[in-house]
């Protein structure tokens, strides 16, 4: 009797928690920001390697940048306070975006008023801050980018207007390095749109260790095509026109310089008399006159690192790779004290991994080996000859930090639990700032010493953890399943909360599948995770994500064959992921959907398309649905130039699948995106129109290509979810 009663107490106890906990809104995750995680703000590692610095901001408006202690937590110095600085300079108030120190940490770059330009550039007003006065300087009376100290911390230098200059902080004399540039023509210091989105770039220049001289770019943009976005803005809607080379178009000629501080002169480095290649990054070496580039062929399938006399402009092949599919472009290269050794990542034995080479020289050892990929180079501790790097090793839906000797002996894994993994180091490696999740965990972010443990929590979202306990939420899951020639692809799925393996659901697929990407990770997924959470928990349907072949930290032929095919083995794959749970005795395998961003928007396009016999629904939000129409550098890495493969370009793009649409289809664009045009939406439609296929479609006016600001996530979102609950 007693133990009937405990489970009748038992489950009265659950029941009752499962009626009382609240329901998730679209309000809550796009408004309210009720399940908003939080992170650390503004961190800095300190020259001294014993302390850092974080941003601290009030509800008031205070704005603070607090130097602690890495092994107390102790706050040592407050080094910016806004109030200081509004009262030592007569001001009401003085806000800041963004801060970054001198070599000597006795002064600041302080920016504020940001004006976003790309993904990566923004220009702002920016000040020199005197850390002990509380005294501001304006470096000049325009929005200015990338304002960046030498690291004497005599000079900064800026970009305005497509030039480069230098400002004297002694004697406040500006130096013009540049006088030709010119909007869509001349760049000097910077870097055009294509190699900004494609390469990672912002800042086209570099200081050399000692502050002798500076590297920049040269962008003659001159002969690339031209593309217009109109900006629906007041009475005359406004176009905005800018250079964007499509697959197969002209593109910049890049030059690469070196600046004399001294000598207040340019020579032009020597990079070969092939234009149509690619300078996708410098780096200075060790040697104050020697600079490191990296050179890319214009089918990015031969990678060269050349070293340039900056005093003659000569340069020299220093290392040399080719692949038979593409090289990707990365950070990676360290060059060691010394000047004689440096580090770098390749995929040359089928993973990726590092490698220890002569600068001016072979390879002297392979550093990390086995069946698993490198992520990052973290850093290299001179003091103990070892590398600091994050890997796949544990698992390809895990990231973890290790270090090791240059040999790859004494490899010390220091991220033991469960989850994805990031660091950052102390400058003298004794201690890191840890962050790390779970899909069912936000971020925990943690000072650790040098081994790895735990010294301090500094957020634990606590806050949303306990909230999570309110809500129905159900834990994702992860599998494999399996397709072709004995491969397994990795997912993670959400069932409802109050699952009955009896009833037959609704399929909901999550995909994003573009070359290197990954969707399917141990990793807290942020606002998609809450409405994902709320398909399943309060509309009863069943959420998966797959992770195709093309797909990222599983080797390199595993993400290199959809080389020339870009589409094609992605879609046969999500709609062999629909074949399976459609056999899944709690699928309901007529109504099938799926949705994705971007390239997921491509994805779901071509599912709705070449595989309408297995979805009843689609949502493609900022699709490509024409390769021809999206940028060269990621177009060609991946399908060679238009000429060269156009049954790989147009076989596999939706717009020219239109005639097998049978399903329900919702289109979403923003129309000032700079990135996927609207023309690819616009095109999509009027084949759609030409076809006499019914859709659903809508736009929004001048947003960009992450469709954002105000009430627009929001408005979005519900959106899908009525498309979703009407058609699904």
């Known amino acids: 009797m007693i133990k009937r009663l405990t489970i009748l107490a038992f489950f009265i106890a659950n029941t009752i928690f499962l009626f009382a906990q609240k329901s998730i809104t679209l309000e809550d995750i796009w408004k309210n920001r009720t399940f908003a995680a939080k992170g650390v703000s503004g961190f800095v590692p300190l020259k001294d390697g014993k302390t850092y610095c974080q941003n601290v901001s009030t509800k008031t408006g205070g704005q603070f940048v607090v130097k602690y202690s890495y092994e107390t937590g102790n706050t040592v110095d407050t080094l910016i306070h806004n109030g200081r600085i509004a009262k030592a300079n007569g001001l009401k108030e003085f806000q800041f975006d963004g801060f970054q120190f001198n070599s000597t940490e006795t002064q600041a770059i302080l920016t504020n008023e940001t004006e976003q330009i790309y993904r990566h550039s923004s220009a702002a007003k920016t000040y ?3 850390i002990v006065t509380s005294e501001i ?3 000049v009376f325009s929005k200015i980018m990338y304002p960046t100290f030498d690291p004497t911390g005599k000079y900064v230098a800026y970009v305005f207007e497509n030039n480069l200059f230098v400002k004297d902080l002694k004697n406040n004399k500006i130096k013009t390095i540049t006088k030709d540039g010119k909007r869509n023509s001349i760049i000097n210091g910077a870097v055009d749109w294509v190699y900004e989105e494609e390469f990672s770039m912002s800042s086209g220049f570099q200081w050399n260790e000692d502050g002798s001289a500076i590297a920049y770019y040269k962008f003659d943009e001159t002969n690339v095509p031209e593309f217009s976005m109109t900006m629906f803005e007041g009475l005359y809607p406004r176009v905005t026109t800018f250079k964007y080379p499509k697959a197969g178009e002209t593109n910049s000629k890049v030059d690469v310089f070196v600046y004399s501080i001294k000598g207040g002169k340019s020579k032009k480095m020597e990079t070969g008399s092939e234009n149509d290649q690619y300078l996708p990054r410098i780096k ?3 040697n104050n006159a020697l600079l490191s580039i990296q050179r890319l062929n214009r089918l990015q399938n031969k990678w060269e690192i050349l070293l340039a006399d900056t005093k003659s402009g000569k340069t020299r092949v220093a290392h040399e790779e080719t692949d038979k599919y593409y090289i990707d472009i990365s950070d990676d ?3 060691l004290p010394g000047g004689e050794l440096m580090l770098l990542t390749s995929e040359r034995d089928g993973f990726r991994h590092i490698y220890l080479h002569k600068v001016e020289g072979p390879e002297i050892m392979q550093t990390t080996k086995g069946s698993w990929d490198v992520a990052d180079i973290l850093g290299y501790n001179e003091a103990t000859k070892q590398v600091y790097y994050s890997s796949f090793e544990n698992s390809s839906l895990e990231k973890h930090i290790y270090r090791s000797d240059l040999d790859g002996k004494n490899k010390i894994e220091l991220t033991a639990a469960a989850g994805m993994h990031s660091a950052a180091f102390s400058t003298d490696f004794s201690y890191f700032l840890h962050t790390t999740s779970t899909i069912n965990s936000p971020a925990i972010t943690s000072i650790c010493n040098g081994s790895g443990a735990v010294l301090r929590v500094l957020e634990d979202n606590k806050v949303l953890t306990t909230r999570m306990l309110d809500y129905k939420i159900s834990i994702a899951e992860f599998g494999q399943l399996p397709i072709e020639n004995n491969i397994n692809l990795n997912y993670w799925i959400i069932k409802p909360k109050d699952f009955d393996p009896n009833k037959k659901y609704p399929l909901l697929m999550f995909v994003y599948g573009g070359p290197g ?11 998609n995770y809450w409405w994902h959470q709320m398909l399943a928990n309060e509309k009863g349907y069943i959420v998966a994500c797959v992770d195709n072949r093309g797909t990222g930290a599983r080797g390199s032929e595993f993400k290199k064959m959809t080389y020339k095919q870009l589409g094609k ?15 899944q005795s709690y699928i309901d395998a007529s109504r099938i959907g799926i949705w994705g961003w971007s390239y997921g928007g491509f994805m779901s396009s071509t599912c709705i398309t070449k595989g309408a016999d297995f979805f009843k629904a689609a949502i493609a939000v ?3 649905t024409n390769w021809r129409f999206y940028d060269n550098i990621y177009t060609e890495r991946y399908m060679q130039l238009p000429n060269n493969n156009a049954e790989g370009y147009d076989s596999n793009s939706p717009i020219n699948m239109v005639e097998k649409l049978k399903g329900k289809y919702l289109l979403v664009h923003g129309t000032g995106d700079d990135n996927v045009h609207f023309q690819n939406s616009a095109e999509m439609v009027e084949k759609m129109v030409e076809q006499n296929k019914p859709f659903q479609s809508a736009y929004y006016p001048n947003k960009s290509h992450g469709i954002s600001g105000g009430n627009t996530r929001l408005h979005l979102f519900t959106l899908m979810t009525n498309f979703i609950l009407e058609n699904l």
Not at 517 to 525: E, I, K, R, T
Not at 573 to 581: E, L, P
């Open 128 to 130: 020199i801050l005197d």
């Open 137 to 139: 300087t304006e470096v």
């Open 284 to 286: 200075w070496t060790k």
């Open 333 to 335: 290269l360290e060059f």
């Open 517 to 527: 990407s990954q969707q399917v990770l141990n990793s807290w997924g942020g606002g």
């Open 569 to 583: 083995y992605e879609s046969d794959d999500q709609i062999s992921a629909a074949k399976y749970f459609g056999s």
């Open 622 to 624: 900022a699709p490509v």
